[in-house]
């Protein structure tokens, strides 16, 4: 019989009836109907003349002409499932550049870069953090990820708001158990405050407080991005003030407490790019999800 004459869709209803001799459960795998299956099965047997079942009430047994087509059938399946699997697991990997702020990179991007990766094993993401503006026209990275306090857009590029960063202090859970009370935000001052570039920000969080610490907000260490701070604080150095939005799972999964409910604002971050509508697919993907995973987040 010529290949292109061969009864493909009666083959594929035989080989699943046949392998789990029943038409019922052959059609629930094929997702078809049952008379659909009896119908494809009494079409092959009428072209090649034979019965390949013998059927008793309620249930169908292969015939001695039916095992052996079942048999060659069983092993052509097989051999094709295989190569077919082996083409999709070498399908090439596109290397894609990500240009994000050293904070989002450490805090949120690559603690969870592996589940865009479960998503889309094909592309494989190239991190680089830096604090500078991207120009696009002369940097291999499609898409950037930036942050702040005043503008919300950038030239030459297009941009799309991310979430609103709201800060608020954290200490390891270690800290918390020393004997030390937090009743009040002055509680804070007897441990080592943690500072990201500047100390600013502690200044203001307690000045929202209601609190004027003087000269105790000028001591700590300052480092340089809010993931250097966030790994202070994790390892019980002092207390840090964290953005929500990028350390929720720490501060879900227990790993850093927040003490006190007030936050302050501190800025936005951003997803740009030169022209989302230009993007390659591999860039448009990852555009998709990191929005998706920020959508309704308001720090």
Known sequence: MKRGRLPLTALRSFEAAGRLESFTLAAEELFVSQAAISRQVRELEALLGTAL???????????AEGARLLETLASAFDTIDARLEELRATKPVTLLTVN?????????????????????PQIDVSVRSESRLVEFRSDTAELAIRYSTTVSAWPRTQARHLCDITMVPAVSPEMAKDGTAFNTPADLLAYTLLHEETRDVWARWFAAAGLAPGAAVMRGPIFADG?????????????????????RDDLDAGRIIQPFDLSIPHG??????RDFDQLSPEASALATWITDCFAGTSG
């Open 53 to 63: 079942f013998t059927r008793h009430h309620r249930k169908v047994r292969l015939s």
């Open 100 to 120: 994000a702020e050293p904070c989002f990179a450490g805090c949120w991007l690559v603690p969870h870069l592996a589940d865009f990766r479960t998503l889309y």
């Open 227 to 247: 993931s250097l701070t966030l790994q202070a604080a994790l390892r019980g150095h002092g207390v840090a003030l964290v953005d929500t939005a990028l350390t």
């Open 268 to 273: 936005a971050y951003f997803l740009v790019a």
